[in-house]
């Protein structure tokens, strides 16, 4: 952790987290970034940057910040393009050995029940009333109709919904790029991924066996997508209002245009919210109809269904959001809006807001690595107050995806995973070689970092054995 490094406008510290050579190896604009986020009215205790953070718009990737409820902002620079981008577990009780003969099959299945790709639509085909339903709604709205369990709700952080979203903050052309996506994988570093716990990499088996993670050499899936086009628009409408305002209304200096912001109690502030709501809540969604396609796939090429299969959700965990919350500041309890932009919530033991069944452990924290490295399974810790229980929320690249391009050909890496045994189905090669593991950070010590920090603790660590890319 760096110490404070102030410089003119700063209102608080700018703190990094990471190991030295984390540290030493990330990009200049991570550091003029989080100095300009700790400028911004209304900010609590520090500007943070977790060991995954690189550059972004506005703010780093992997950047926290907490702000007064009332006196403090709201900017989407802070939140990310695509909102509610997250991450979702499943179980299974089927071994390696099980699975690896119909390896293909799955992996060819998965691609084509779950639409990836950029524009792809998904297989549920709403009007724009129903839409405007989703948005409000979340993932109740798809368990009501079938598309998932009673129990997904349960662990799901908030549940499934936010709020206070109200679908008329939201603009007609959100809703066209994004009411026929509900149910993709959407493109970049978006993926579907069946993955193998070797006993070596179990850190905590009673964690482990209360999250239904029991025996080595178990199969699990795991996913990472978000709001898709519609939350993307959501971010470019409002951005494009709060610099109209930002300045010339609310007196807020334009420091970096990326971190366009407004007062939170602001007539455009809480439109932002509220429309930031809707794409949180079109997130969860789409989540909640990928994972029922999953279990229609697995279901179909077993020939079990997916109870018996045991094909439990853990837990599905946002990063890209601005939330209320209550923390601790100066011995204070406080309302504040904590924006977590490539970081997730990490909430400790005890806390109120974890499901009841894994209050003793902490929440689940789900952390993707890259497609060819593997990916962690956390829980949250008492230690993580000090960044109002946030931690990261991935390896974090190392490189830009054009320079990726340039030093990795898709098709070469497409035989190189196959030959170490990651059976891959991509919509397009140059998309593959955006992701290679080289052009991301070394996961092991992005997750250690965080332990070392106190903020998350190891449960276990997942190998990729096939993946869907978009």
Same mark, same amino acid.
């Not at 979340?138 to 129990?151: L, S």
């Not at 946002?318 to 939330?323: E, F, L």
């Given at each position: 952790m760096l110490p404070p490094n102030y410089k003119d406008g700063m209102l608080v510290p700018a703190l990094i987290y990471g190991t030295e050579k984390l540290i030493n190896d990330m990009d200049k604009g991570v550091f003029e970034q989080v100095t300009n986020v700790a400028t911004l009215p209304g900010i609590v205790r520090a500007a943070f940057c977790m060991p995954d953070g690189h550059w972004g718009y506005g703010f780093p990737i992997g950047g926290v910040a907490a702000f007064d409820a009332e006196e403090g902002v709201i900017s989407p620079g802070g939140i990310g393009f695509d909102i509610n981008c997250g991450m979702r577990l499943v179980t299974t009780n089927l071994t390696v050995d099980e699975v690896e003969p119909r390896l293909d099959a799955l992996v060819d299945r998965l691609y084509h029940q779950v639409p990836a790709g950029v524009g792809a639509k998904g297989f549920l085909k709403t009007t724009v009333k129903e839409? /405007?339903?989703? +948005?409000?709604?979340?993932? #109740?709205?798809?368990?009501?109709?079938?598309?998932?369990? #009673?129990?997904d709700l349960e662990r799901t952080e908030h549940r499934g919904c936010l709020e206070g979203a109200n679908h008329l903050d939201v603009s007609d052309k959100a809703v066209e790029r994004g009411h026929n996506q509900v149910g993709t994988l959407g493109s970049g570093n978006h993926y579907l991924e069946i993955q193998v716990v070797r006993e070596k990499n179990i850190f905590d088996k009673k964690a482990a066996e209360v999250m239904g993670v029991r025996t080595p050499g178990q199969v699990v899936i795991m996913f990472h997508c978000g709001s898709r086009g519609f939350g993307h628009q959501v971010a470019t409408d409002y951005l494009m209002k709060f610099l109209r305002v930002m300045t010339s209304k609310y007196g807020i200096p334009i420091r970096d245009r990326e971190l366009a912001c407004a007062p939170l109690k602001s007539p455009e502030g809480t439109a932002y919210f509220s429309a930031m709501k809707?794409? +949180? &809540?079109? #997130?969860? #969604? &789409?989540?909640?109809?990928?994972?029922?396609?999953?279990?229609? +796939?697995?279901?179909? +090429?077993?020939?079990r269904s997916a109870e018996e299969l045991g094909m439990h959700q853990v837990y599905d965990v946002?990063? /890209?959001?601005?939330?209320?919350?209550t923390h601790e500041v100066n011995g204070e309890r406080r309302k504040l809006l904590v924006h977590r932009k490539g970081a997730t919530r990490a909430f400790g033991p005890g806390m109120e807001d974890v499901p009841e069944r894994y209050r003793d452990i902490g929440q689940p924290v789900i952390i993707g690595g890259s497609m060819e490295t593997g990916s962690y399974l956390l829980v949250g810790q008492a230690g993580g107050a000090e960044t109002f229980f946030s931690t990261c929320h991935g390896s974090g690249r190392v490189m830009s995806r054009g320079e990726a391009k340039r030093r990795f050909r898709g098709d070469q890496l497409l035989r190189d995973m196959r030959e170490r045994g990651i059976h891959v189905r991509a919509v397009s090669m140059p998309g593959l070689a955006e992701e290679a593991g080289g052009a991301y950070k070394d996961i092991d010590e992005v997750v250690l970092a965080t332990e070392i920090a106190g903020l998350t603790k190891r449960v276990a660590k997942f190998e990729p054995i096939g993946n869907v890319k978009g």
């Open positions: 839409f /405007n339903q989703i +948005v409000e709604r979340g993932a #109740a709205w798809c368990i009501e109709r079938g598309f998932g369990w #009673a129990e809707c794409a +949180v &809540n079109m #997130a969860f #969604a &789409n989540r909640q109809l990928i994972l029922h396609r999953i279990r229609e +796939v697995f279901s179909d +090429v077993f020939g946002c990063h /890209n959001t601005a939330k209320i919350e």
